[in-house]
């Protein structure tokens, strides 16, 4: 089975500050990673994706995230936040077992809120 | 030119009352997921169907019922709707040979 713990439920910041959401994940086959935004009353929207390859990824809206395999992390960053990054942040992992994906799970989010 | 569309967006019901969401996908994808979000925000996958066959089935009561005419459709039923129903739920697709899931805008349910 598969689990996704996002380490802090609410990151309060201050615009241009740099910012760090921290994701990791427990799996016993290798999984692909994601990360979504959801803004206020919205649906989620991916902001970027680990499938293979550069353990450094980047996103949209100026975010990356770097896969790191011996600490099972997936830390999404942002070097400069705008009061618009205000959201809710989820992880989600979806196994890989070869020939098939698994359903995506998802952790239970982290708040960003950027204040003036 | 909206790629997953839910209808409605909000839904309010009385307690004991039959309601169904909609959703279309035009992405051409072959699975598609109903999730349910909680008031703390939290995601869980209720049913997957691919290519209108019902793959998953995540320990939903019997209340829930998803439909899909077609491989563009994919309608959830509640019978009987609880309190304890209340929450967004929010329909999502993918390609069978893609990684990533698109998600619609959400349906917020509210049981009074």
Known sequence: ????????????????????????????????????????NQGLQLLLKYLSGSTLVKGINGFEAEFNKSQTSFH???????????AEYFCAVRPNYGGSQGNLIFGKGTKLSVKP | DTAVSQTPKYLVTQMGNDKSIKCEQNLGHDT????????????????SYNNKELIINETVPNRFSPKSPDKAHLNLHINSLELGDSAVYFCASSPSTGIEAFFGQGTRLTVV
Not at chain 1, 7 to 26: I, K, M, T, W
Not at chain 1, 76 to 86: A, G, Q
């Open chain 1, 76 to 86: 999404l960053r942002k070097p400069s936040v705008h009061i618009s990054d205000t």
């Open chain 1, 1 to 40: 089975a598969q689990s996704v713990t996002q380490l802090d439920s609410q990151v309060p910041v201050f615009e241009e500050a740099p910012v760090e959401l921290r994701c990791n994940y427990s799996s016993s086959v290798s999984v692909y990673l994601f990360w979504y935004v959801q803004y206020p």
């Open chain 2, 32 to 47: 598609m997921y109903w999730y349910k979000q909680d008031s703390k925000k939290f995601l869980k996958i209720m049913f």
